[in-house]
């Protein structure tokens, strides 16, 4: 099969990204937990799409940065799970390891491992990859368009309004320009944006059959995507991922639970990226609000002093999940900003840049989370509870969740020290 996407691109990303490393951008990187089979429409593409420009818009406008685009779409098919098997009433059943392995119906039939599925994935990422590239360059994430972005059942809460007023703020802006002279129509920076792609390198089949020789560089790239990531479970220095990915040129990023050592992060660092190319690794921590303020700062250091020019990212969902009584995993907003909160406070207080986030969202309206200025209450999970694995913010609670970051992002201004 043609690669998906092109290694002139991941190196693009990867300088995006040493950008970030370098204290002078900022990532998003988000997008669902799971791409789903079932759920593949144009207009769900193109609400997380939005979404997405919303964040970043409030995050460009709000803390005056370029921010980095990723999306953890066109490939995010492979779960990771925490046991191979799973109970359900009295059946033991190999556990569902998102679309690109198996289905998620409890039954023995629909959980049997079906390499097919890795073609159809590839045929699904090929389709979103398409369209993503459409609107991304089509005229759709114009800037002129900002309040567009804006769906109903956002525009009337609270963030919703909020962001209403920064669009039109945006507006005047470019209008400024337009009127001091300067030819906004023909800036290709308004018009087209870069929203690359990721997901997390799990099945090795999959990346191994995708991955190319370079003909500019010879260097070889996994043309999956433009950037992958090694997830918490199979991030083991010595271990076949890491392996693997060490052998590739595109950015890479690696999940830090709160089981991580010093010793841990440095390896990876070493082996991942032995000439300290900027942007090429990111770490991402997922460590829980409750202990990331006591197990950050150690990392910060001690990757600072090895000289490795990373990007620190924070993941704020997957430290933070809880089942409610009635067994429903969710997640609390309030928990997610603490963590975030506590993320930025460890980078200002050791001199590191809060790089980015790392986030589990979709453009609909669900219910999953709980919280946020419209609260999603328990007892209203049950309502549009629709993913195939973990709970994602929904519109919302996302573009809240931006203002809010934007705000800790404009903090740097009292740090001084590397914060540019
Ligand atoms: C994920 O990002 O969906 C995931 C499973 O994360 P982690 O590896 O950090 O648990
Ligand atoms: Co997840």
New binding site residues.
């Given amino acids: 099969m043609p690669p998906l996407v092109f290694a002139g691109e991941a190196r693009a990303l990867r300088a995006a990204l040493g950008e970030v490393a370098a204290g002078r951008a900022f990532l998003i990187q988000a997008g669902d ?2 791409e789903s089979f079932h759920d593949f429409t144009a207009v769900s593409i193109r609400e997380k799409l939005k979404i997405m420009l919303q964040m970043a818009a409030v995050l460009t406008y709000g803390a005056m940065l370029p921010v980095v685009k990723v999306g ?1 779409i066109a490939g ?1 098919f492979a ?2 799970r925490s046991s191979p098997t799973e109970r359900v009433g009295d059946v033991e059943l190999p556990s569902f390891l998102g679309h690109l392995v198996n289905g998620e119906a409890p039954t023995p039939e629909a959980r049997v491992h079906d390499p097919g599925r890795m073609v159809q994935a590839y045929h699904q990422s090929a389709a979103t990859l398409n369209l993503l590239r459409a609107f991304t360059k089509g005229g759709f994430a114009d800037i002129m368009r900002v309040h567009e972005w804006n769906q109903n059942f956002v525009a009337t809460s609270v963030e919703g309004r909020r962001y209403e007023q920064l669009a039109t703020e945006i507006e005047r802006a470019l209008r400024f320009m337009t009127a001091c002279g300067i030819d906004v129509a023909s800036e290709r920076q308004l018009h087209e944006v870069d929203v690359w792609t990721s997901h ?1 390198g799990l099945v090795l089949d999959y990346e191994e059959g995708l991955t190319r020789r370079d003909s500019l560089t010879g260097d070889w790239y996994d043309c999956s995507a433009h950037m992958l ?1 090694i ?5 083991q220095p010595d271990g076949a991922h890491t392996e693997f990915f060490s052998g590739v040129h595109n950015p890479v990023g690696v ?1 830090l ?1 709160p089981g991580v050592t010093a010793d841990e992060v440095l390896d990876l660092c070493e082996r991942l990226n032995p000439g300290r190319v900027p942007g090429r690794v990111t770490l ?1 921590t ?1 460590m829980g609000a409750g202990c990331i303020g006591e197990l950050l700062p150690p990392l910060l250091r001690s990757v600072s002093e090895a000289g490795h020019p990373v990007v620190w990212a924070c ?1 704020p ?3 933070n999940g809880v089942r409610t009584a009635t067994g429903v995993k969710t997640r609390s907003f309030d928990a997610i900003m603490a963590e975030l909160e506590s993320f930025f406070a460890a980078c200002w207080q050791e001199g590191a840049w809060p790089g980015g986030v ?1 986030l ?1 969202y979709t453009g609909e309206d669900v219910t999953e989370c709980l919280g946020g200025s419209e609260a999603v209450l328990e007892e209203q999970l049950a309502h549009r509870y629709e993913t195939l ?2 709970p994602r913010l929904n519109a919302r609670q996302a573009l809240d969740l931006a203002f809010r970051v934007a705000e800790l992002m404009r903090q740097r201004d009292v740090f001084p020290g590397r914060a540019g």
Avoid: N, S, Y
Avoid at 231 to 235: A, F, H, I, L, S
């Fill in positions: 937990c799971a953890r995010q779960k990771p997390e990531w997830g918490e479970r199979t991030r999940k639970g991402i997922r993941d969902m997957h430290g790392h589990e694995c973990d």
